[in-house]
Nanobody, 115 residues
């Protein structure tokens, strides 16, 4: 059974940094793309970053230059390092894997950006 677990959320001041992680189990992790999304209250879920099989990362324009994702296949994990956080970055952050025509989501981790 595929399981994704996010961690690392919390409260941070504007301009601060936070590191999230997503760890997968029940899947041959190295064979799948892992995506990060976020969802703020009253808004649609928004794509953030995609960690491809070759290790390259694609970012949404809204986070490019501020967020860095790193894939570690040995640990079945993708780390999302978030710098220069803004109030508009506040959301629940999710990771996702698409396999066999089905999306698998983690439970999410809350990021609050406030002074």
């Amino acid at each position: 059974q595929v399981q994704l677990v996010e961690s690392g959320g919390g409260l941070v001041q504007p301009g601060g940094s936070l590191t999230l992680s997503c760890t997968a189990s029940g899947i041959m992790f190295s064979k799948y793309v892992l995506d990060w999304y976020r969802q703020a209250p009253g808004k649609q879920r928004e794509f953030i970053a995609s960690a491809t099989l070759g290790g390259s990362i694609n970012y949404a324009d809204s986070v490019k230059g501020r967020f860095t994702a790193t894939r570690d296949n040995a640990k079945n994990t993708v780390i999302l390092r978030m710098n220069s956080l803004k109030p508009e970055d506040a959301a629940v952050y999710y990771c996702k894997i698409w396999r066999d025509s089905e999306d698998y989501w983690g439970q999410g981790t809350q990021v609050t950006v406030s002074s």
